[in-house]
C-alpha cells in the first residue's frame, strides 16, 4: 500500500489525545495524571491497563503490552502500521498526506477503500428506502408491519436493496474503487477471475437492509431481511435473515449489533440488555432501552463476551424466548458467561410471546416486569435438569449437581463458588455441607485428571528458544536507553563517550539506543530531540511505552549513566579477551602469531583497567 509521509505520522500523533483513542475501547478512570481500566487484550477483574496521555503511551501490565495510539489501534483493530495511521485520521478527521499526493484511490489500501465502500452502499440503500417509488410497499412494511416510524430508519440508516442485480456495482464504479476492495466489501457474488466491475451482481436484493456497525460506528457489514419483493432466483431467497459473509472488516463472532450504540449509554443504565436479533435491538433502543446488544444470528462467543466485559457491566440482562429450543440456546452459553466472569441474569418471555410486539405495547414497563421474575444461571441450570410438577429423585439430583459443578468450577473465586453453591441447596434441599463435600471430590478428581493430561502430553521442543548471549549486557543497553530518555541533557555528552561496539545492537534496546546516540551526535540541543521520530518497528513502540510508564527513584543520574557506560565497555572487552584466550589455547605454541594475540589480549586487560575511568561529568 502506498507510503504516508513520516511529517504527517508525527503531525497526528502529536494532535491525537490517547484517552480519545482508547476510551471507545476501554472503560477509563482517571488515576493521578494517568488512566485506568480493565486490559482489551486479556481476561482480569483487576484493572492493570494504564493511559498516560501526557506522555502519548498505554501499557498493559497483564499481558507487557505497550506503545503509542499507533501501536494500540494495530493491537486492537488488527491493523497494519499504514492501515492504522488511516484508520485514526479517518476518525478524528486528521487529514494526512502520502508520499505521492497524486495518489489514485484504486492505489489505496483494501481495507480503506472496504470502509468507505461499505458507508456508501448503506448511504446507497438508505436512499431508495426513503425516496425510491419502487420502495413505496417498502416503507409501508416498515410503517406499518414493523410498526418503526420512518424517523428510525433515518436513524439508524436503515435500507432497501433493489432486485437489479447491478445496480450497486454500477453506482460504485462511478466511484472509482477498485475491483479487489469492491470483491473484499463482502457486498458482491463473483468469479475470482472477474475483472468488470459492472458484472459483480449484489449479494443482498430485495432486501431490508440493517447496517452492523463496528465499536467506532463504521458500518463493516449488513443484515438483510427476506420481503416479498426478494426475487426468486436470490441463492439464499427462503433464508429470512443472510448476514455479510466474514470479510476483512467482518467477523461475525467478534462483533455485537449494537454496541456502538449501547456503550455509549452505560453510566446511565449500567447492564447491557442482550436480545435475539438486530430489529429487537433497534426496538429496544426505540423506547428508551439504549444498553441492547445482539448477537450476530449466531449463539453468543467468547470473543463477545469479552468485549462486553470491557465495559464492566453490572450484569447482563438477556432477553430468553419462552420455548424450549431458547432456554437450551442459553443453556450452552452458560459454561461461556462464567468463564469469562460476566454476571448474567435471564428475563422470562411467557410462551409464544415476541418481544418486538411486547416492546411495542408496553415498552419499558414490559422489561422492568420482566426483571422483577428474572433468573440466574444456576436457577435456569436447575430448572431444565430436574422435572417439573413432581419430587425429584436421588439420582436426578446427583445428575443436577453434577452439571452445577461443571459450570461453576470455571469461577476462580471460592467466594462465589459458595455462593452459588449455597443457592443450589436451597433450592434441592441438600445440605450445604454435603454439597460442599461432593464438590471438593468433584475438583479433586479434575485436578487428578489434568494432572494426567499433562503428564502425558509431549514436551514442548526449545530449540526455536532463544536467549540474550549476555542478559547483563541487555539490562545495562535498557538501563542506558531509559535515562538517556529520562535525562536527554546527558545525551550528548553519553553519544562522545560510549564505544559504539559495547552497544549490543541485535537486541531491540541495542538497536535503539544506537539510533538515538547517533541523533545525539548530530544534534545542537539534545533536550529537543523527537524520540519518537526514529521509531522504525512496533517492537520499538513497545520499548518505549515500557521505559516512559516506568518510574525509577534516580536521585543521582550521572552516576547510574557512568555505571552502565563502564558495564558495557567491561562486558565487550570481557568478551574480547575470552574469544582471544580460548584461540590462543588451540594454538600451536610454535605459532608466528601467538605473541601477538597474547599482546592483544594484554592490551584487553589494561583497557580493563582503565575502562574503570570512563566518565561524563
Not at 54 to 68: A, M, P
Request: glycine letters at 4%; one cysteine or more.
Amino acid at each position: 500500500m502506498p507510503k504516508i509521509s513520516k511529517q504527517s505520522i508525527e503531525s497526528l500523533k502529536g494532535q491525537l489525545n490517547l484517552v480519545d483513542v482508547v476510551s471507545p475501547y476501554v472503560q477509563l478512570k482517571q488515576a493521578g495524571r494517568s488512566w485506568t481500566g480493565l486490559s482489551p487484550f486479556t481476561q482480569e477483574k483487576t484493572p492493570s491497563f494504564y493511559v498516560h496521555p501526557d506522555k502519548g503511551f498505554f501499557k498493559c501490565f497483564s499481558t507487557g503490552e505497550g506503545g503509542d495510539c499507533y501501536s494500540f489501534i494495530m493491537k486492537i483493530e488488527n491493523l497494519e502500521f499504514y492501515e492504522a495511521v488511516e484508520f485514526l485520521s479517518q476518525k478524528f478527521n486528521i487529514p494526512i498526506q502520502y508520499e505521492n499526493s497524486k495518489l489514485d484511490p484504486k492505489e489505496q489500501s483494501i481495507r480503506k477503500q472496504a470502509y468507505e465502500i461499505n458507508a456508501l452502499a448503506a448511504e446507497w440503500f438508505h436512499h431508495h428506502l426513503i425516496k425510491s417509488d419502487q420502495a413505496e410497499a417498502i416503507r409501508t412494511y416498515w410503517t406499518e408491519q414493523r410498526q418503526f416510524d420512518l424517523s428510525i430508519a433515518r436513524e439508524h440508516l436503515i435500507g432497501y436493496a433493489p432486485p437489479q442485480p447491478n445496480a450497486l456495482a454500477n453506482f460504485l464504479q462511478k466511484k472509482q474503487y477498485s475491483i479487489e476492495a469492491l470483491k473484499a466489501s463482502g457486498l458482491f457474488f463473483f468469479n475470482e477471475r472477474e475483472t468488470r466491475i459492472e458484472r459483480l451482481k449484489c449479494r443482498f436484493r430485495g432486501r431490508l437492509m440493517i447496517p452492523i456497525r463496528d465499536l467506532n460506528a463504521r458500518v463493516v457489514a449488513f443484515t438483510a431481511r427476506q420481503l416479498e419483493q426478494t426475487p426468486l432466483d436470490d441463492p439464499s431467497h427462503k433464508a429470512k435473515y443472510v448476514n455479510s459473509p466474514e470479510t476483512l472488516l467482518f467477523h461475525k463472532s467478534k462483533i455485537l449489533f449494537g454496541m456502538d450504540h449501547a456503550r455509549k449509554h452505560l453510566q446511565k443504565d449500567p447492564q447491557f440488555l442482550m436480545v435475539e436479533g438486530q430489529l429487537d435491538a433497534i426496538r429496544c433502543w426505540s423506547v428508551g432501552l439504549d444498553t441492547a446488544i445482539a448477537p450476530q444470528g449466531t449463539a453468543i462467543t467468547e470473543e463477545q463476551l469479552l468485549l462486553i466485559r470491557r465495559y464492566e457491566p453490572s450484569r447482563v440482562d438477556c432477553l430468553l424466548d419462552g420455548d424450549s429450543a431458547g432456554r437450551k440456546a442459553a443453556l450452552r452459553t452458560l459454561p461461556l458467561t462464567f468463564k469469562v466472569g460476566l454476571e448474567f441474569q435471564y428475563l422470562k418471555l411467557p410462551e409464544k410471546v415476541d418481544p418486538d410486539d411486547l416492546l411495542r405495547k408496553e415498552g419499558v414497563q414490559a422489561i422492568e416486569a420482566l426483571r422483577q421474575n428474572s433468573i440466574g444461571p444456576i436457577e435456569l441450570l436447575l430448572e431444565e435438569a430436574l422435572p417439573k410438577g413432581r419430587e425429584s429423585t436421588t439420582q436426578e439430583k446427583l445428575n443436577a449437581t453434577q452439571q452445577v459443578f461443571e459450570l461453576i468450577n470455571h469461577l476462580k473465586s471460592d467466594i462465589a463458588q459458595e455462593d452459588y453453591l449455597k443457592k443450589v441447596s436451597k433450592i434441592i434441599q441438600i445440605s450445604t455441607a454435603n454439597l460442599f463435600k461432593d464438590f471438593s471430590r468433584f475438583k479433586q478428581k479434575k485436578e487428578k485428571q489434568n494432572a494426567y493430561r499433562q503428564s502425558t502430553e509431549p514436551i514442548p521442543s526449545s530449540t526455536n528458544q532463544t536467549e540474550p548471549s549476555d542478559s547483563r549486557l541487555t539490562q545495562a543497553n535498557w538501563d542506558l536507553l531509559y535515562l538517556c530518555l529520562r535525562f536527554p541533557k546527558y545525551g550528548k555528552q553519553i553519544a562522545f563517550t560510549i564505544d559504539s561496539d559495547s552497544i549490543q545492537k541485535n537486541t531491540v534496546p541495542g538497536k535503539y539506543l544506537a539510533k538515538l546516540l547517533a541523533e545525539f551526535y548530530e544534534t545542537q540541543n539534545p533536550e529537543t530531540l523527537n524520540f519518537e521520530s526514529i521509531i522504525e518497528s512496533n517492537e520499538e513502540r513497545q520499548l518505549l511505552a515500557d521505559i516512559f510508564t516506568k518510574e525509577l527513584d534516580i536521585e543521582d543520574p550521572i552516576l547510574l549513566i557512568n555505571k552502565c557506560l563502564r558495564s558495557l565497555k567491561v562486558s565487550i572487552l570481557n568478551h574480547k579477551k575470552k574469544t582471544l584466550t580460548e584461540i590462543i589455547e588451540k594454538s600451536d605454541t610454535n605459532s608466528s602469531n601467538i605473541i601477538e594475540l597474547m599482546q592483544k589480549r594484554k592490551q584487553i586487560s589494561q583497557e580493563l583497567i582503565d575502562s574503570q575511568n570512563i566518565a561524563i561529568q
